[in-house]
């Protein structure tokens, strides 16, 4: 059986106070070297504490109960929100950091104070392993055993976690790049190697915010819930007393921990309107129990018909 749905506001919250005081060394070091690789970098901060914001805010905002205009809720708004962040990313993190690779590249200049730059970058690397730490015991409560993180990222409901695990390991991945970057521009003297790392990050955010914007894109299109839920609701249905078959069986997240379940269903045809009406009542408890997130639940009565040819 899979996890219980999981809170994953602390990985956010994590993951926001390491890229605040990510950011500001960062940039404090930029002031001070002038390196592309360190603006780069100190910009990729900045957009992903804007993105833990942004993650938050959905989080708020899907609360909110279903209204006249919205009977289903605000539930997607989590994913609307994680879609926006792989937008800023792309746009924000991955373009700006290409551009400034690009431009070291035709105007390169000679680092200052390389020692600061690998100061700030050794230490945003602690601050941000910490984060990733975070983002892993969490993912870790709610990851079905033997499924593979890239598994997990495609196959997960819940967008905070894909964000924060793809964010902080492409943050990990974009210091070490750009460490590499300043050291190698340190010790050649050649400020293009500078704007080598710079590439290199604005490349790795891009492809990271592709990997998001096509999972966010289909969790914000709509996702049935997984194959493991389906099945134990499609089981519950059958064994259900005076139920002689389930006929088809739709679900579709409608958030994380929101799921419409839309059934047609054959039942004892000896069965009274009223004992029919009690029948569905008890049978949508009962599909409740199996899977607590089955929030709207719509059973149809129908006969079954074999399939024609």
């Avoid at 994590?14 to 910009?43: C, D, H, P, R, W």
């Avoid at 070490?176 to 050291?183: H, P």
């Avoid at 569905?280 to 199996?290: C, F, H, P, Q, S």
């Amino acid at each position: 059986m899979p996890a219980e749905p999981h809170d994953s506001r602390r990985a956010i919250v994590a993951a926001l106070a390491a890229n605040l005081g990510i950011a500001v060394l960062k940039f404090v070091a930029f002031l001070v070297t002038q390196s592309s690789s360190m603006l780069s970098e100190s910009i990729h901060s900045v957009a992903d504490t804007g993105n833990q914001g942004l993650l938050l805010i959905g989080r708020a905002r899907a609360r909110r109960p279903a209204d006249e205009q919205h009977p289903f809720g605000y539930g997607t708004l989590r994913y609307f929100y994680a879609f926006v962040v792989a937008f800023v990313l792309f746009s924000l993190g991955g373009v700006f950091s290409i551009y400034e690779g690009v431009d070291k590249l035709r105007h390169p200049h000679e680092l200052e104070s390389a020692v600061w730059a690998i100061a700030v970058l050794l230490g945003s690397m602690v601050m941000e392993g910490l984060s990733f730490r975070t983002a892993i015991r969490e993912s870790n409560a709610v990851r079905p055993a033997g499924e593979s993180w890239w598994q997990f990222i495609r196959h997960t409901k819940n967008p905070d976690l894909p964000v924060v695990l793809l964010e902080d390991s492409a943050a990990l991945v974009g210091l070490l790049i750009a460490l590499l970057g300043v050291v190698v521009a340190d010790v050649t003297g050649n400020g293009r190697w500078d704007g080598v790392g710079s590439l290199g990050i604005g490349i790795l955010l891009v492809a990271v915010a592709i990997v998001l914007v096509i999972e966010m894109g289909s969790l914000l299109l709509g996702e049935a819930a997984r194959p493991e839920v389906v099945e134990r609701i499609r089981r519950t249905i059958d064994a259900f007393p005076s139920v002689q078959r389930g006929i088809h069986l739709r679900t579709e997240h409608l958030g994380p921990d929101e799921i419409v379940v839309a059934a047609k269903v054959e039942f004892d045809p000896d069965l009274t309107v009223a004992e029919l009406a009690a029948t569905i009542d008890a049978l949508e408890v009962e599909i409740r129990k199996t899977e607590p997130r089955a929030t709207l639940i719509f059973v149809e009565p129908d006969v079954y018909r074999e399939p024609a040819g």
